[in-house]
């Protein structure tokens, strides 16, 4: 697998003007085994090795300069899961499983003679624990699952400060510490009727970096809200929440189709969506997006065997205004604020008609 990353900023201020390729090989191999302890007890076990090779080049028009470089790694990861059926519809699980993020090269703007020395960042790893319930009631009208989850990982792969060997200081990815994810999912499904239909999920997440001591600070951040003075300035983001990582997050569904003709019916949809706030960037107050919820309505025609439907549609029909992304790029503007915004299709309420066909 090979890709191209041409990059030209300008031409005013903060140029840029690089070409960059990176290329990967892997080859690995994967076996598992299911082994029936007793009766509706089933213990399965996985295993998977690989081998990874990573190479790039990088060339600055700017300043001159080319770099090239590859590296090579062999890891393995397993995975172990012990299910109990107490009915047909009714099981619970417990899986713990191990994963692997390769090694990498950051080929951004600011690569330098010291970035090619550092090597590639090394791979990020995980230990994952899931315990769980599937189940299904009243001929598989209702279905209720609920999973419990904890992971934690080592070698993260983030943005962050790095102390090269020559004593200098560069931004870059690299490997920042750990991370620990843990929380709830629970979903669910009703058939109340042939025509009439609901789903739903809810997820609580509980996401803090558990060690990340020498993260960049954010623009405009002063000593009194966390930067730490040097060269560079560094702030210390151990126990604070991840980036983009919402606590909650709901969504629910309904479909209503009820039969006009013998061979069409109507269709009447809606859908509800809310989320937590966030940071987009760790602390910073200007890339902070706050709860919001999202309520799409639907309303139509459709085949009996489902071969097409026409249905006219509002989407967020509150008008809730929120940012797919928020970056705080004060320092490209004389360090006065500036937030650059990128708005998702429904920021604002919108309506139109959507055919769809099935062949």
């Known amino acids: 697998m090979k890709f191209a990353r041409p990059f030209q900023r300008g031409p005013y201020f903060s140029l840029a003007d690089w070409y ?3 290329k990967s090989r892997q080859l690995a191999a994967f076996a598992q085994a299911d082994w029936t302890i007793v009766p509706n007890l089933v213990l399965t076990g996985g295993g998977r090795v690989q081998n990874e090779r990573v190479s790039y080049t990088f060339r600055d028009n700017l300043a001159n300069t080319s770099f090239a470089g590859s590296a090579t790694d062999t890891a393995g990861t397993y995975r172990a899961s012990l299910r109990y059926d107490f009915t047909r519809d009714i099981n619970a699980f417990f899986t713990y499983a191990t994963g692997y993020k390769g090694q990498t090269y950051d080929l951004t703007t600011g690569f330098n003679r010291n970035r090619a020395l550092a090597g590639p960042i090394r791979p990020e790893r995980s230990r994952d624990k899931e315990l769980g319930i599937r189940t299904q009631f009243f001929d598989r009208r209702v279905t209720f699952n609920v999973t419990l989850f904890d992971t934690n990982y080592r ?7 790095e102390t090269l060997a ?37 997820t609580y997440l509980d996401a803090t970096y558990s060690s990340f001591d020498a993260a960049q600070c954010y623009p405009l951040q002063t000593q009194a ?24 997050k709901f969504n629910l569904s309904g479909d209503y189709s009820p039969r006009l003709t013998d061979g069409l019916r109507g269709v009447a949809q ?14 910073d107050p ?74």
Not at 270 to 283: K, L
Not at 308 to 323: L, R, S
């Open 225 to 248: 809200n966390g930067c730490r003075p040097g060269s560079p300035a560094s702030q210390n983001l151990t126990g604070t929440r991840v980036a983009q990582a919402p606590e909650w």
């Open 155 to 161: 070698d993260l792969q983030a943005q962050s400060i």
């Open 286 to 359: 200007e890339t902070f997006q706050p709860a919001f919820h999202i309520v799409n309505l639907g309303l139509g025609v459709r085949d009996e065997d489902r071969r097409w439907e026409v249905v006219a549609f509002v989407n967020n029909v509150f008008d809730q205004q929120y940012f797919g992304s928020l970056v705080n790029t004060a320092g490209n503007f004389g360090n006065n604020i500036a937030t650059q915004a990128i708005l998702p299709r429904d920021f604002q309420r919108y309506g139109g008609v959507r055919l769809g066909l099935n062949f």
């Open 166 to 202: 020559d004593g200098t200081s560069n931004y870059r990815l690299t490997n920042v510490g750990r991370l620990n994810t843990k929380g709830i999912e629970l979903e669910g499904s009703l058939r109340v009727s042939d025509d009439l239909n609901f789903n739903g999920a809810a």
């Open 20 to 22: 960059a390729t990176s």
């Open 270 to 283: 809606f859908n509800w969506q809310y989320q937590s706030s966030i940071f987009y960037s760790p602390r």
